[in-house]
């Protein structure tokens, strides 16, 4: 079956340091990946999108990979801030489907 | 910046009521999609519409739900007969094109109550 998961536990980062979120996908071909930040009790706000032929993408202080022999995008976020805490999703779309899945999504909290 | 637009923010109803969950995208935006969140739970794809005609739809998306753009800018999701389980939050989000550039634009989102 398809699944896309995530760092299922939170993660917790001291300030300045570099936190790095996982998303792991099995049974799709996305044709790019895209990463969400969603705070309580709103919407998701686009982040970055990498598409399949890319391995690497940066936008200010993040970065993100995507390793489609590995089926795994990583997301870094450097010198984090406590700004930066919140709940990380990414999210693909199939090569042969025009909807956009969800992760269950990675709670940062940066301390 | 331009935003995606919901309304109400809260919406409370008994069971069995219909709801209409209004949401206003990007002037320029063509493709409108309606997602749910459960609380706790992930995201999920509802429906995606463009050229006035749904795209794809999900299996959540049954007969009870239908969808809307009524007049050129408002985009709407109703929900005919409300059961407990359409508890959640419901976000509405748009893409200039298929979201390969710039990604989606969610709104903030109606958080829908069913008592």
């Given at each position: ?55 690497e993408k940066r936008k200010?202080?993040l970065k993100v990979t ?9 997301f870094h976020?450097t ?33 | ?115």
């Open positions: 079956s398809q699944k896309i998961e995530q760092n299922s536990e939170a993660l917790n980062i001291q300030e300045g340091k570099t936190a790095t979120l996982t998303c792991n996908y099995t049974n799709y071909s996305p044709a790019y990946l895209q990463w969400y930040r969603q705070d309580p009790g709103r919407g998701p706000v686009f982040l970055l999108l990498i598409r399949e032929n890319e391995k200010e202080r995507f390793d489609t022999t590995l089926k795994q995008s990583l976020i010198a984090s801030q406590p700004a930066d805490s919140a709940t990380y999703l990414c999210a693909l779309k199939h090569n042969q489907g025009g909807k956009l899945i969800f992760g269950q999504g990675t709670e940062l909290s940066v301390k | 910046e331009p935003e995606v637009t919901q309304t109400p923010s809260h919406q409370v109803t008994q069971m069995g009521q219909e709801v209409i969950l209004r949401c206003v995208p990007i002037s320029n935006h063509l493709y409108f999609y309606w997602y749910r969140q459960i609380l706790g739970q992930k995201v999920e794809f509802l429906v995606s519409f463009y050229n006035n005609e749904i795209s794809e739809k999900s299996e959540i998306f049954d007969d009870q739900f239908s969808v809307e753009r009524p007049d050129g800018s408002n985009f709407t999701l109703k929900i005919r007969s409300t059961k407990l389980e359409d508890s959640a939050m419901y976000f509405c989000a748009s893409t200039i094109g298929t979201g390969e550039v710039s990604g989606y634009t969610f709104g903030s989102g109606t958080r829908l109550t069913v008592v």
